[in-house]
């Protein structure tokens, strides 16, 4: 049974009702608020599993909504944006969001992104801080420093392997070319963008049976990237 409490934030009535119908058909548990300050409200009160958010409300905007819960929680947010607002979508990954879906989306998208985010959800549960993360064929031990893939050593660079620890650390989250690069090399010039890409192709060689369909790394063009979580 799917006992998982989603905040649903979004003004917009019909697209609400949409989101909730879909949620009790599949016998999730939710509450609404319509505009941000009872979105703020709704999460220090119920605690939500997950937060699904539309970016584009009446009173503060959802990056802000994002900015004010990351305060106190890493509660999973998922945000929801109209085409037109592509760039306020990078904004709200880059202030703490997990995941976005993008308007007009299906029933299955949604459904889709749910679960991804509740294995996200439970993988940060069971072993958050473990020092041995799992997923799939590949093994990654960061006590130790290396990577495997089944039973043979992967070659990595040290780039690379940075690369590898921080997507394998946010397996089932969109991280933006800007986070990356923060990370990796502590600034976000678009040198280091274009070097990202270089590094992510020669890291994907090593990693991915058929590089052109990756099966562990997923290309969010324009965006970033996000390790996928393997059965
Ligand atoms: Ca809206």
Redesign the pocket.
């Known amino acids: 049974m799917n006992k998982t409490l989603i905040l649903v934030v ?3 009535a019909p697209v609400r009702n949409l989101i909730t119908t879909a949620l009790r058909m599949h016998d999730y548990r939710y509450i609404v608020a319509p505009n941000g300050e009872s979105a703020i409200l709704e999460a220090s009160s119920h605690n939500p599993d997950i937060v699904l958010l ?1 970016l ?2 009446p009173d503060i905007d959802g990056v802000d909504v994002i900015r004010r819960i990351r305060m106190w929680s890493n509660m999973p947010i998922i945000v929801i944006s109209a085409r037109s607002e592509d760039g306020d979508k990078i904004g709200a990954l880059d202030a703490g969001a997990d995941d976005y879906l993008t308007k007009p989306f299906s029933v299955e998208e949604l459904l889709a992104r749910l679960r991804v985010t509740q294995r996200r959800l439970s993988i940060m549960q069971a072993d958050g801080a473990a020092s041995v993360f799992v997923n799939g064929r590949l093994r990654v031990d960061f006590a130790a420093g290396c990577a495997y893939l089944g039973e043979a050593e992967l070659h990595l660079t040290p780039i690379e392997y940075k690369l590898l620890c921080l997507l394998a650390r946010n397996v089932g989250k969109v991280l933006t070319h800007t986070f990356i690069t923060q990370n990796i090399w502590g600034r976000s010039w678009d040198s280091d963008i274009a070097s990202l890409r270089v590094f992510m192709a020669s890291l994907r060689k090593k990693l991915e049976s058929e590089p052109d369909s990756p099966q562990y790394i997923q290309t969010h063009i324009g965006v970033g990237y996000r390790m996928m979580k393997l059965d």
């Open positions: 979004e003004d917009d539309d584009g409300l």
